[in-house]
């Protein structure tokens, strides 16, 4: 589903004026956030898709660790999730469907939770996710709407699921890439969430279908302000830019770029698979920090300490509203 679609259907839903509901609609958040009590907040999210590799164990793994992100996305810690099945069962047997739940469960664990429960329907194609309960504290909530000027973006996993998984589907993808594709997205976002905390951000985000492009300038239009997103240090997984220039992507790719590269200037030398990289739809992508630019040493190297899959500077937040795409900083 394209941005512009998704706009039109939410935009019936009723704002709600309860003062205790701290994030809902407004700047396309990554989860809602409801006050309970002056120590305490719940984060609710909700996320499934059909699978993008054949491997059940390894579906479920990228799906739960998928819809977990939001969570995290939101300086939360996740406290329990329900598990949403859809399997064509005369198709795929029970088994099939076992064998996505286990997969969903060993990333729970890592995540210190547990699936407790769910819904399940014979459905026509295999569909997968979790509706996941978080917690955190009031006053430090993230939003993806409260970068300031000046502030660094900081990405902590590489681009390129997007291309890699439909070169998966296709089969052109060797074993050793599609491998390590698959454990990016099956990674946790829960270090690089320490690390913000650990060290204090402005704002958050974690990027998915709308790609790097389309979740920045999500972050920078709920501020009001702009941004600048630099090519040279994009971190990429490995054999995304060769599936890419064999012409793979997504279809979702095209629908970013004539959405949210409509609105931005790109640099001359920024070249056509280049833009098809930023516009690259994730799946379980990795969290968008906006930081001060005093904490950007500190940040990156507490990413590092937590192993997360990537912790490069891509950006920062400028005043002037515009939305560039550079080969390199310009200032």
Request: aromatic share 4%.
């Amino acid at each position: 589903m394209g941005p512009a679609d998704l706009q039109k259907i939410v935009s019936v839903l009723p704002r709600i004026g309860d003062p205790n509901v701290l994030v809902g609609l407004e700047t396309g958040d990554d989860g809602a956030v409801v006050r309970l009590s002056p120590e305490l907040a719940v984060i609710q999210t909700v996320d499934f898709f059909m699978p993008i590799v054949d491997d059940p164990y390894d579906f479920g793994r990228i799906a739960a660790a998928n819809s977990l992100s939001d969570v995290y996305a939101m300086g939360g810690e996740p406290v329990s999730a329900l598990a949403i099945l859809g399997l064509p069962l005369a198709k795929l047997g029970p088994e099939v469907g076992a064998r996505i739940l286990e997969g969903g469960a060993a990333v729970c664990t890592k995540a210190g939770i547990q699936i407790l429960g769910g819904h399940s329907i014979d459905d026509a194609e295999p569909k997968f996710g979790l509706s996941v309960t978080g917690r955190v504290h009031p006053g430090k909530v993230w939003r993806n709407s409260t970068a300031q000027v000046g502030d660094v973006l900081v990405l902590s996993k590489p681009l390129g699921s997007g291309t890699l998984t439909t070169g998966i589907k296709k089969g052109v993808v060797q074993e050793s890439v599609a491998k390590a594709a698959i454990e990016v997205m099956s990674t946790l976002n829960a270090g690089a969430a320490m690390a913000g905390r650990a060290v204090g951000v402005h704002a958050a985000t974690d990027v998915t279908g709308f790609a790097l492009l389309g979740h920045a300038i999500e972050m920078v239009d709920g501020a009001g302000l702009g941004m600048e997103l630099y090519i040279n240090t994009l971190p990429v997984i490995d054999g995304a830019w060769e599936t890419l220039s064999q012409g793979i992507a997504p279809g979702a790719t095209r629908r970013n770029l004539d959405y949210f590269g409509a609105r931005v200037t790109w640099g001359e030398d920024v070249t056509v698979q280049e833009r098809q990289m930023i516009g690259d739809p994730q799946t379980s992508g990795g969290l968008l920090f906006a930081v001060s630019p005093d904490k950007v040493s500190s940040l990156i190297r507490t990413m590092e300490e937590q192993c997360t899959p990537a912790s490069a500077i891509v950006g920062r937040v400028t005043d002037d509203g515009s939305l560039r795409v550079v080969r390199a900083a310009t200032s």
